[in-house]
């Protein structure tokens, strides 16, 4: 298979899929959670007599029995149990833990967690840096490493690509988070970042791996005109490589999916994604974009 052949073909698809996670984030918008936002989560197991309540029937108590006007109200079937998102509570909870038990006969508390709105946004601002100043320390180190092959590709510019792939798979995997958030719940906090760095760190391993393979080659046939051909080759060396080991990791990540807790269900499945996503950047976008940006071979 000539891939560089068809790179306009891997562009068009990577472009639709940028396209698609900008208007996520840019419609949907995240449903950020406490960690970010500040606020009050709080996870209880009510019964009356013998029976759950539902979502519509503790919203209501909140909000005319307690007269929490924000409450937000999510079941999770797994434990039966349901997820409350308040504003800052202190004082108030234990107060408001008696009333539910008169109202509901029995509630288990299974979780409570609270922070508060300056400590939320200082969290968001410093995850939003880390994951900043990873993908320019990366590509710095993509530049240093290939610093050494200079002909007929500088090494800088496999910095650039790098850079460039690492942002498309982090915005791909963001924008799947934004279409998790409005469709099916899922709060954006401080474990969905790990996931964004697990995937950015997974991608670029593909990438160098590629990358590594053309520089080899690079400095075993130095004759300019032979770019694509040096290229393609490279890739196709890799490949199976770079599946093979990207499958095993998803294989894993989807019995944790499957069989795991449900508040790692979610965390495992935009891993999932970005590991594809990243594989596919690897192999099909950043080798490609090397040959683009030659052009007809001059450097």
């Not at 899929?17 to 208007?23: N, S, Y």
Request: charged share 20%; glycine share 6%; no cysteine.
């Amino acid at each position: 298979m000539n891939i560089i052949k068809y790179r306009y073909v891997f562009y068009f698809v990577s472009g639709t899929m940028v396209l698609t996670a900008v208007f996520a984030i840019a419609f949907f918008g995240f449903n950020f959670g406490i960690d970010f936002v500040g606020g009050t989560l709080w996870q209880i197991k009510p019964t009356i007599n013998n029976q759950q309540p539902t979502t519509n029937d503790l919203r209501d108590f909140f909000e005319k029995d307690l007269g929490v006007k924000n409450a937000t109200v999510y079941s999770e079937k797994e434990t039966q149990s349901f997820l409350i998102r308040l504003g800052n509570l202190s004082e108030e909870h234990q107060d408001y833990l008696q009333k539910l038990k008169i109202e509901f006969n029995e509630v288990e508390e299974l979780r409570y967690e609270t922070i508060g709105p300056a400590i939320g946004k200082e969290l968001r601002s410093r995850a939003i840096w880390a994951v900043i100043l990873v993908l320019i320390g990366i590509s710095l180190y993509v530049i240093y490493a290939f610093r050494k092959v200079s002909y007929p590709i500088k090494s800088w510019k496999y910095g650039i690509i790098t850079l460039v792939t690492l942002f498309h798979d982090t915005l791909i995997s963001v924008g799947f988070l934004a279409f998790l958030g409005r469709f099916s719940g899922v709060e954006f906090d401080t474990k969905f970042i790990i996931a964004i760095l697990v995937i950015i760190g997974f991608s670029v391993h593909d990438t160098i791996v590629v990358f590594d393979r053309i520089r080899e080659h690079l400095l075993i046939n130095r004759l300019r005109d032979n770019l694509l051909e040096i290229v393609n080759e490279s890739v196709k060396q890799t490949i199976a490589r770079s599946i093979n080991t990207s499958l095993t990791l998803v294989l894993t990540l989807a019995a944790l999916f499957v069989l795991g807790p449900l508040s790692l269900k979610y965390f495992a499945l935009v891993i999932a994604v970005g590991v594809v996503v990243g594989t596919y950047s690897s192999i099909f976008i950043a080798s490609p974009l090397l040959t683009s940006w030659m052009g007809s071979g001059k450097s």
